[in-house]
Every structure is written in C-alpha cells, then in structure tokens.
C-alpha cells in the first residue's frame, strides 16, 4: 500500500523502506511462531480451499432433486424444489446448508450436454448460490441418513434476464471434523428453461406415442371351431391391467397431443384375450384365461384416446427392417412375410379401433438407417422412413436444426427425429430424481433448439418403443409442459413429413459400414431367416391338401410375423426358441395325415391286390393328395408298371384304404414304397416301406399237377370200360339162360346188386355216371382272385391271390 501512494517514477526514501520492513517483519512473528507450535494445524490450512468448490470429484453428499416446479417458469411464480441430501462419507457433516445456485444463459445445445455429463462434479462451474433466506439448514447429516429438503424462491428473486436455458444448481455446504472449514460438499445440476412470453416463432413438435408390446400369442390353436388361441405366457394382462406399462401409456397418452404409434399384433392380441383363450405353463400345459374384462375395457379406452387423432400403424409384428436387410434379403421368401405384415394392417386395426391407420410409415430400430435398411422398408410400400439425426447426420453445416423431412430420392421421405430430444427418456427412471432432470433436460434441450433461429422448423420426437410405465410418467410429464409453454406447438407426424424441407439438410444416407455396431450385434442372424424359411416351405406343402387353407394360413403366417419381430433385439435366445415351437406345432400338424405303418406281405398267384391305408386325425378334411406305390424289383409290377398311383381325399378324422393291382413276374422278394405327394408332385410325409414275398406256381409244379389229373382220367377210363365188359358178359348169359331164369323179366343182377338210388358202389369207384356232371373236388384250384374287401390291411396280414 506504501508502494501504491508513492509517486510514479520515484524511488521511495530510506526511513520509509526502513519502517516498511520493520512493520512487515513485526507482523510476520506471530505466525511464525505459530507455525512452529502447530504443525499439524499447518499441514490443515494449507489444504483448506480459497472457495467452496475446491473440493474435487462427486462429494461426499449425495443431491437427489425429486422436483421442480414448475418447470417451465413465468414472471410471478414461485420455484419450488425438493428432495433429499444424504451422507455417503464416514464422517458427520455439521454446519450444513442447501442452496440454489444459478448461472448463466446458455448459448448452445452442445453446452447443455456438458452441464448433463457432468451433473454432480464440484470441478465444474457452480454459479452463483442465490443465498439469504432461501436456503434450507441442517445440524447434522449422519452417515447413510436421507434428509429431506424443499425450498421455494420467488423467480423474481433469481434475477434471470434474457430468454433461455439457465443452468441450476442445488448444492450442499458444510463441514466435517477432518475438514473443519465451509466447503461445498453435494450438487445437482439441472435447468431451468425461462421463456416467460410468447417466442416469436414457435417450432412445431410432433411426439410419437408408441403402443408396441413383445410377442405374446403362438401358432397353436385349439381344434374347435372358434380356434381357441393359446398364448405364451399372461404377462400382457399383467400390461393392460391398471398401473401395468400399456395400461400407463394409455391413461396418459389420451390427454396428449401426440401421434400414436401402434403394432397392430398387439391389437390383434389383447383382442382374442377379449375371448376364450388359453395360457402356456412351464410344463407345456394350458389353462383358460381369464382377464377377457381387462382386455375389453383396455380396448375400449384405447378406441376413445385414439378418436380423432392421427393412429399411424407398423407393419404386424413390427418387423426387424435393419436385420431383414442385413441378414434376412439374401434368405428366399423373406421380404414376402414383410410385404404380408403390411398387407394385413389395415384389416387388423380398422375394425378394432375403428379408425383408418396411416400405414406408409416405416421405422428402423433407433432411427438407423443405411441404403440397404431403406430400400428394404420401402419394399413393402412405405414410401416415409423414420430415421433420427444421429444416424443421417448433418454435414452441410448449418448452426441449427434443420426441420425433420427431407427427400433422399426414390420418392421416399426420411422424416429425422431430434436424437436428443428422441432419447431423453432413456434409462432408468425409476427414482423421482432421474425423471425430473430427464424432464428439465428435455424441456432446455426444445428451448435451446427454438431459440437456434427465428425459422420456423418441424421437429420429430421419436422415443423408444417401448418405453416403462416411469419412462412414460416423464415424457407425460415433459409433454405437458411443453404444450403448456410458449415456444412450442403440436404437429401430427403425417403434416411434419410432408412440411417444406430445408434446402440446406443433409439427404444424404450414410454407408452401410456406417451403420452402428452395438446395433448390429443385436440383430436377427441369418440363420433365423433360413428357419422361417423352412417353416414357410412346410407350410406351403401343407396348405396345398387343405380344404380349409385359413385355419392354418393365417396363425401360422401371423407367428412367422412375429418371429421376425423387432422386440427379440437382445432375446436371443427367446427368439430361437419361439421359431423352435412354431416348427415343432407345424410337424404335429403335418404329422396328422400320414400313411398307416404296413407290415411284410406274401403274395400267393400270379396277380394280386395290395391296400394302403391314409389316416387324416385332421379336424378338417384333406384331398389334392396322391398315393404312389413303387416297386424297386423287377418281380412284382404294380398297375403294370414299376408302379401307380391313384387320387386321395379322406374326410376330417377319417382314413381311407388305397389298393393297387399287383402282378408277380418271379419268385422271391420285393421291396414296396408307398409314398404321398402333392398334385404338384411335392412328397408329403414319410413314406412306408414294406416287403413283398412272392411265391406264384413255377412250370415243374404244373406238370406235376398235370400228370396227377391225366392219371386220374385214365383211371376213370379203364374202370369204365371194366364195367362196360362186366355188363355185357352177364347179358350174354342171361339170353343163354333163356325163360327157365328165376328172375323178373328184364332185370339183370347188376340191378339187383345196385338198385337206383343205392349208395353201395365199391371202394374205390367215381361213382360218375356218364352224361352227368362230376361235383367239384377238393382237389380243384380255388379261384384267382376273390372279391375285393374295404377292410384295411392288418398288421402281420397275408395276401393270397
């Protein structure tokens, strides 16, 4: 101070530079000796911070703000903030103090993100703490102890100034007994947008609400009439019921102004719970459902939020776009089960809403998009791909947001949705302090992008599919408040795709290369594709010898839908055992039209034939089906040739036995096949394969039974004339007897021996008398071929022809 009063450009006099140095060295004993005395107080001042913020790293207090309200402030309101501070050190904090601290208006987005990352360092800029009688005092805080706070300031105490997002602070100070000094020791940064009138332009936000659920239904129907559905587990009527995830976005989404976002399979599914309908145990089993009155009554809700309001429809299931392009394009008959999600959604909420769906829309996980992921979702007929801003990024390097539609050629749309806003609500929300920084992180985030120009813009707000019940208390929450503000307004999602592009916006779709690993690691394999494709060829097979295609077609059509869903991301597992179950119920089903097992058969005869026996334990009836029968030896010929085949058609529940004509060519053993196949020569099933011993008459064995009857005749013949001799000798005797015989007149003993009707011949004689016809003996070969039965073929059964 002495050298401060001196005169500029002169040296100060000797007797001043004496007293100077005799004051300072006066003034500098007592510390010295204090210095002496008390090292250890030494080493404590020494590391005692010129200010409260010194203190490095996170604290060692804990700062939850639960809430702030409001949260989009206005000249005369009060500012209410509450919560909680908690110890996590092992030391007693004493002398404490919470307070509100405020700094300056922020200029950029980017400087928004910074103050988010680092919410609660005490290296960061604190602002200034408003201080005076808005601060809340604690005695103590004891280690591991929650203590409540609340403060409220008048916003006119804040002394805010230009329009804006203003960083907000609500800090802890105090001390402990190894840091007995004031030090900040807890913070938690926040914002606070403050845009008290009208902004001059206002952008126009369109939010997407979405109403999107996991798969819940299988393939399996029950048999009866109205194919009963069964599900795989009950967990969507835990959703629907009151305070369950769909039934929260429901009741919230009804009094917003935002575009619903909805998976018609979802639909679909919380319609058949309104009937009969059966749950899958961990056993296999099923049970009745029984929350069809949860189900109507969220329907019924549903049809009330969604009137007159703009519903846009995914295709059913929600299809993986990003794996389909990936992995699935290269997998024949892929990309026909997403034009078949497309073509059903109309049918599948119109009647259920009773409203007609926007449905050129396409949405790719996360908003990620590459050349390959567009043409893939245009395939189908969107012609509007829902992209986000961290994926198709600007290059062009405009010093705003530029609005969300942009044309990227092909007469297709990429409407791109703000990534920060899109995923403030991401994480977990659970604790009341996570939703209300998301809420004033996202409201600060639309501030700051209004105030980037005075053009007006349409911005896209796409959040995640499937938000928590928490997740979707925030956006509730920041919705409100954005609709309640004064920078922004509503917009349906169709009017912000069809809005004036920025001429200056990047249309540009990046490469494929480009296209985020930790995305991709999550995607469909191609292997899933090929296993989809399988069942579908089955199913092709199987629906050609139906007569009632539908019972099968559509469960079946809808499950492969399903498993190509974008909810397996991260389900692996889940995900192969659900394509598992559908191929498994789709070869039980094939499995009930199948030939009856025949077993080895011996052939007696030159021609014979041979029944086959089609069992269908099908509810419905089956034809368009052929049996062949095929013989792989030249001993046996079937129909004349190696082999034949004849129509099929058997009633539900129902078989049919198929025979074939058979002619032996030599003895021995001959391998039959019996095989179904489609009219259009497809094999149904597996085939039965029997054998065949043919034993027919051979040359030598005919000659034998030749020479047998011509000895026969020959015998007959000699007994004839033996007895032709006999008779005429005892005529001859009889004449020479002349009238002296006893016996009557014309009578012979011949007739006395055998009068007519006698029955005693001789041993060893026919008894054939000429002129009349011999009866058959048992001798005589049985006919060739009996008459034909309808019966089916036993097991063991032996075929004599």
């Given at each position: 101070?002495?050298?401060?009063?001196?005169?500029?450009?002169?040296?100060?006099?000797?007797?001043?530079?004496?007293?100077?140095?005799?004051?300072?060295?006066?003034?500098?004993?007592?510390?010295?000796?204090?210095?002496?005395?008390?090292?250890?107080?030494?080493?404590?001042?020494?590391?005692?911070?010129?200010?409260?913020?010194?203190?490095?790293?996170?604290?060692?207090?804990?700062?939850?703000?639960?809430?702030?309200?409001?949260?989009?402030?206005?000249?005369?309101?009060?500012?209410?903030?509450?919560?909680?501070?908690?110890?996590?050190?092992?030391?007693?904090?004493?002398?404490?103090?919470?307070?509100?601290?405020?700094?300056?208006?922020?200029?950029?987005?980017?400087?928004?993100?910074?103050?988010?990352?680092?919410?609660?360092?005490?290296?960061?800029?604190?602002?200034?703490?408003?201080?005076?009688?808005?601060?809340?005092?604690?005695?103590?805080?004891?280690?591991?102890?929650?203590?409540?706070?609340?403060?409220?300031?008048?916003?006119?105490?804040?002394?805010?100034?230009d329009?804006?997002?203003?960083?907000?602070a609500?800090?802890?100070s105090?001390?402990?007994?190894?840091?007995?000094?004031?030090?900040?020791?807890?913070?938690?940064?926040?914002?606070?947008?403050?845009?008290?009138?009208?902004?001059?332009?206002?952008?126009?936000?369109?939010?997407?609400?979405?109403?999107?659920?996991?798969?819940?239904?299988?393939?399996?129907?029950?048999?009866?009439?109205?194919?009963?559905?069964?599900?795989?587990?009950?967990?969507l009527?835990?959703?629907?019921?009151?305070?369950?995830?769909?039934?929260?976005?429901?009741?919230?989404?009804?009094?917003?102004?935002?575009?619903?976002?909805?998976?018609?399979?979802?639909?679909?599914?919380?319609?058949?719970?309104?009937?009969?309908?059966?749950?899958?145990?961990?056993?296999?089993t099923?049970?009745?459902?029984?929350?069809?009155?949860?189900?109507?009554?969220?329907?019924?809700?549903?049809?009330?939020?969604?009137?007159?309001?703009?519903?846009?429809?995914?295709?059913?299931?929600?299809?993986d776009?990003?794996?389909?392009?990936?992995?699935?394009?290269?997998?024949?008959?892929?990309?026909?089960?997403?034009?078949?999600?497309t073509?059903?959604?109309t049918?599948?909420?119109?009647?259920?809403?009773?409203?007609?769906?926007?449905?050129d829309?396409?949405?790719?996980?996360?908003?990620?998009?590459?050349?390959?992921?567009?043409?893939?979702?245009?395939?189908?007929?969107?012609?509007?791909?829902?992209?986000?801003?961290?994926?198709?990024?600007?290059?062009?390097?405009?010093?705003?947001?530029?609005?969300?539609?942009?044309?990227?050629?092909?007469?297709?749309?990429?409407?791109?949705?703000?990534?920060?806003?899109?995923?403030?609500?991401?994480?977990d929300?659970?604790?009341?302090?996570?939703?209300?920084?998301?809420?004033?992180?996202?409201?600060?985030?639309?501030?700051?992008?209004?105030?980037?120009?005075?053009?007006?813009?349409s911005?896209?707000?796409?959040?995640?599919?499937?938000?928590?019940?928490?997740?979707?208390?925030?956006?509730?929450?920041?919705i409100?408040?954005?609709?309640?503000?004064?920078?922004?307004?509503?917009?349906?999602?169709?009017?912000?795709?069809?809005?004036?592009?920025?001429?200056?916006?990047?249309?540009?779709?990046?490469?494929?290369?480009?296209?985020?690993?930790?995305?991709?690691?999550?995607?469909l394999?191609?292997?899933?594709?090929?296993?989809?494709?399988?069942?579908?060829?089955?199913?092709?097979?199987?629906?050609?010898?139906?007569?009632?295609?539908?019972?099968?077609?559509?469960?079946?059509?809808?499950?492969?839908?399903?498993?190509?869903?974008t909810?397996?991301?991260?389900?692996?597992?889940?995900?192969?055992?659900?394509?598992?179950?559908?191929?498994?119920?789709?070869?039980?089903?094939?499995?009930?039209?199948?030939?009856?097992?025949?077993?080895?058969?011996?052939?007696?005869?030159?021609?014979?034939?041979?029944?086959?026996?089609?069992?269908n334990?099908?509810?419905?009836?089956?034809g368009?089906?052929?049996?062949?029968?095929?013989?792989?030896?030249?001993r046996?010929?079937?129909?004349?040739?190696?082999?034949?085949?004849?129509?099929?058609?058997?009633s539900?529940?129902?078989?049919?036995?198929?025979?074939?004509?058979?002619t032996?060519?030599?003895?021995?053993?001959?391998?039959?096949?019996?095989?179904?196949?489609?009219?259009?020569?497809?094999?149904?099933?597996?085939?039965?394969?029997?054998?065949?011993?043919?034993?027919?008459?051979?040359?030598?064995?005919?000659?034998?039974?030749?020479?047998?009857?011509?000895?026969?005749?020959?015998?007959?013949?000699?007994?004839?004339?033996?007895?032709?001799?006999?008779?005429?000798?005892?005529?001859?005797?009889?004449?020479?007897?002349?009238?002296?015989?006893?016996?009557?007149?014309?009578?012979?003993?011949?007739?006395?021996?055998?009068?007519?009707?006698?029955?005693?011949?001789?041993?060893?004689?026919?008894?054939?008398?000429?002129?009349?016809?011999?009866?058959?003996?048992?001798?005589?070969?049985?006919?060739?071929?009996?008459?034909?039965?309808?019966?089916?073929?036993?097991?063991?059964?032996?075929?004599?022809?």
């Open positions: 101070m002495a050298e401060a009063a001196d005169f500029p450009g002169t040296s100060p006099s000797p007797a001043r530079r004496w007293l100077r140095r005799t004051g300072a060295l006066l003034a500098g004993a007592p510390l010295l000796a204090g210095l002496l005395q008390l090292p250890a107080a030494s080493t404590a001042l020494a590391a005692a911070p010129t200010s409260p913020k010194a203190v490095a790293g996170a604290g060692t207090v804990a700062v939850a703000l639960d809430t702030l309200s409001p949260s989009t402030p206005r000249d005369g309101d009060t500012l209410t903030v509450s919560g909680t501070v908690t110890n996590t050190g092992k030391q007693a904090v004493t002398g404490a103090h919470v307070g509100l601290r405020l700094g300056s208006v922020l200029t950029t987005r980017s400087a928004i993100d910074d103050i988010s990352r680092d919410s609660t360092d005490l290296r960061t800029g604190t602002g200034t703490e408003v201080g005076g009688s808005y601060v809340e005092k604690f005695t103590k805080l004891t280690p591991g102890v929650a203590q409540p706070f609340s403060l409220r300031v008048p916003v006119d105490k804040l002394d805010l100034g329009d804006g997002v203003y960083p907000l609500v800090s802890l105090g001390q402990t007994s190894a840091q007995p000094w004031d030090q900040l020791l807890g913070i938690q940064r926040t914002f606070l947008p403050w845009q008290p009138a009208e902004a001059d332009t206002r952008t126009r936000t369109t939010y997407l609400w979405p109403l999107v659920s996991t798969v819940h239904m299988t393939a399996q129907t029950r048999s009866n009439e109205q194919q009963t559905p069964v599900f795989l587990n009950d967990d009527a835990s959703e629907i019921s009151p305070g369950g995830r769909l039934d929260q976005l429901l009741s919230l989404g009804k009094d917003l102004d935002v575009t619903w976002v909805i998976d018609p399979n979802l639909l679909a599914s919380v319609d058949a719970m309104t009937h009969n309908y059966q749950v899958r145990a961990d056993d296999g099923t049970t009745a459902g029984t929350h069809q009155a949860v189900a109507k009554q969220w329907l019924a809700d549903l049809q009330a939020a969604v009137k007159n309001k703009e519903v846009v429809a995914l295709p059913f299931a929600d299809p776009l990003a794996s389909l392009a990936h992995n699935g394009t290269r997998v024949t008959g892929s990309l026909s089960h997403l034009k078949e999600a073509d059903v959604v049918n599948t909420v119109e009647p259920i809403l009773h409203t007609v769906p926007v449905t829309f396409a949405w790719p996980v996360d908003g990620a998009v590459d050349p390959s992921i567009v043409k893939v979702a245009t395939s189908a007929g969107a012609d509007k791909v829902i992209a986000r801003n961290d994926s198709l990024q600007e290059t062009g390097g405009l010093p705003y947001t530029p609005s969300a539609a942009r044309p990227i050629g092909g007469g297709t749309t990429a409407v791109v949705a703000d990534a920060r806003l899109s995923t403030a609500f991401q994480g929300l659970i604790k009341a302090s996570s939703g209300t920084l998301a809420v004033q992180t996202f409201l600060a985030q639309s501030l700051a992008l209004n105030g980037q120009t005075d053009k007006q813009r911005i896209v707000v796409a959040p995640q599919r499937m938000p928590t019940a928490r997740q979707a208390q925030a956006m509730a929450e920041a409100t408040a954005l609709q309640d503000g004064t920078w922004s307004e509503s917009q349906e999602l169709s009017a912000a795709a069809s809005a004036k592009p920025d001429p200056g916006a990047t249309t540009r779709v990046p490469s494929t290369s480009a296209y985020p690993s930790s995305l991709r690691k999550r995607e394999p191609r292997a899933a594709f090929e296993e989809i494709a399988s069942t579908q060829a089955e199913l092709d097979s199987f629906k050609v010898i139906l007569t009632d295609q539908s019972r099968v077609v559509t469960p079946f059509g809808r499950a492969m839908n399903r498993a190509m869903s909810s397996w991301r991260g389900l692996a597992t889940e995900a192969a055992a659900y394509r598992t179950g559908v191929k498994i119920y789709l070869d039980r089903l094939t499995g009930q039209v199948r030939l009856i097992d025949k077993s080895d058969t011996k052939l007696s005869g030159r021609s014979a034939t041979i029944p086959v026996t089609v069992q334990n099908l509810v419905q009836g089956v368009h089906l052929r049996l062949r029968l095929t013989s792989t030896s030249p046996l010929e079937i129909g004349g040739e190696s082999f034949d085949e004849q129509p099929v058609t058997v539900g529940g129902h078989s049919q036995t198929v025979k074939f004509t058979t032996a060519k030599a003895n021995g053993q001959a391998a039959v096949v019996a095989q179904l196949y489609t009219e259009d020569g497809q094999k149904y099933g597996e085939p039965v394969t029997f054998d065949v011993k043919v034993t027919e008459f051979t040359a030598t064995v005919m000659l034998v039974i030749g020479g047998g009857f011509l000895l026969l005749v020959l015998a007959g013949f000699r007994m004839y004339t033996h007895r032709k001799r006999a008779a005429a000798r005892e005529a001859d005797e009889a004449e020479e007897a002349g009238p002296d015989s006893p016996d009557e007149p014309g009578e012979t003993d011949d007739d006395v021996r055998n009068p007519e009707g006698s029955d005693d011949r001789p041993e060893g004689e026919s008894g054939i008398r000429p002129g009349v016809e011999a009866p058959e003996q048992p001798s005589d070969p049985t006919a060739d071929t009996p008459a034909e039965s309808t019966d089916p073929s036993g097991t063991g059964e032996r075929v004599d022809r």
